[in-house]
């Protein structure tokens, strides 16, 4: 089991940028891909990013490709979520998880953090 927590969340305009940060203790976080979703009030929760082990393979979802990236730090047990142009629509709680398959479906992430919020005004 690792243990996650989220932050970086917050308001931003359209058009803005936002850095979340996901940092894991307890086992080997290199074990694990690492995932990105959200969800919007009223919405299930959605894929948004995922990342390979070592780093070197990113998937995203086709509504933030060009725009999100994710990345991480292994050596601070650190998985971030750079997000450029923003829009009102990327407005949700965005979770990350972290699997030992990469997929990109939610149930196959058995750790979850608490979720932080992105708020995009127009």
């Known amino acids: 089991q690792v243990q996650l927590v989220e932050s970086g969340g917050g308001l931003v305009q359209a058009g803005g940028s936002l850095r979340l940060s996901c940092a894991a203790s307890g086992r080997s976080f290199t074990d694990y891909f690492m995932g990105w979703f959200r969800q919007a009030p009223g919405k299930e929760r959605e894929f948004v990013a995922r990342?390979?082990?070592?780093?070197?393979?990113?998937f995203y979802a086709a509504s933030v490709k060009g725009r999100f990236a994710i990345s991480r730090d292994n050596a601070k047990n650190t998985v971030y979520l750079q997000m450029n142009s923003l829009k009102p629509e990327d407005t949700a709680i965005y979770y990350c998880?972290?699997?030992?398959?990469?997929?990109?479906?939610?149930?196959?992430?058995?750790?979850w953090g608490q979720g932080t919020h992105v708020t995009v005004s127009s």
């Open positions: 998880a972290a699997s030992r398959i990469g997929v990109s479906a939610a149930s196959s992430y058995k750790d």
């Open positions: 990342i390979s082990p070592s780093g070197g393979a990113t």
